[in-house]
C-alpha cells in the first residue's frame, strides 16, 4: 500500500504503473509554440492539399530568410541527473551583430545559394537577392524548380517580386496566413542553427560572418535531415 498525501491507503497495480509509464512515454516538455489568432487551420489545410495535388516536390523551390547572432550559437537546452542543474560553461554578454541569410531551398538538393546580409532585409534587398540568388536557379513552369513558395511577409509582397518570377515564366504561390508548418525551408533553417549551436565553439568569430564555409556543411546536414 502507499500512504497518499490526504492519508488514503491506495494499492498500487500493475495497471496504474503502465498507465503511468505509457504517459511518460507519450508526454515531454517542450518548448512553447505561439499560434497566432488570425491562423485559420482549416484553410492551411485545404491550401497544403490544393499543392500536393497540383505540383510534384520538385517543381517547388521555397524562399525565406533567417536571422542570427552570437546569442545563436548557445545551447538552450542540456542534460543532467535527475535533480541536478544542467550547467555550461558559455557565458553570455551580448547579441553581437544580426546577420540575415535567405536562399532557394529544394527537396532534393537542399539549398542551392544563399545571401547573408548584415542587419535585415528590406523590400529592396530581397528584390535584390531574389534576382541575383534566386532566379537563375528556377526554370519556365512547369518544368522543375518553376514555382515558387513564399510566405505573406510585407516584403515578400510586391509587385516587383512577382513581376520578377513571372518574367522567367515561373509562377508564385502564397501561403496562407500564419502557416509556417506549409515552408519546408523552416525546418531547414531549424537544422541549420542546431548544427551552429553543437558547432558553435569552434566556429566562434567567423561563422556569423558568412566565412568558415559552413554553407555546404548546413546543405550536408539539412540532407542528412530530410
Known sequence: PTDLAGGWQTPVTRSMVRVLFDLRMLFDIKRLSTIAHERHELNCLHWRHRVQMSYHPK?????????????????????????????TNNYFFHRGTRYSVLGPFVMDEGFLDNCIIEGGFTSEMFLHALVQCVLPHMNPFPQE??????????????????????KIG?????????DPVSMPVEIAYRCMKGWLRANGRALQGRVLSGKGGCGWRCRRWVGRRR
Open 145 to 166: 524548380r518553376s514555382v515558387l513558395l513564399l510566405d505573406n511577409c510585407i516584403i515578400h509582397r510586391q509587385y516587383g517580386v512577382v513581376q520578377a518570377v513571372h
Open 59 to 87: 517543381m517547388l523551390v521555397c524562399l525565406d530568410e533567417s536571422a542570427a547572432t552570437n546569442e545563436t550559437l548557445h545551447r538552450r537546452f542540456g542534460s543532467s541527473k535527475r535533480g541536478t542543474i544542467a550547467k
Open 170 to 178: 515561373a509562377i508564385v504561390l502564397f501561403l496562407e496566413p500564419y
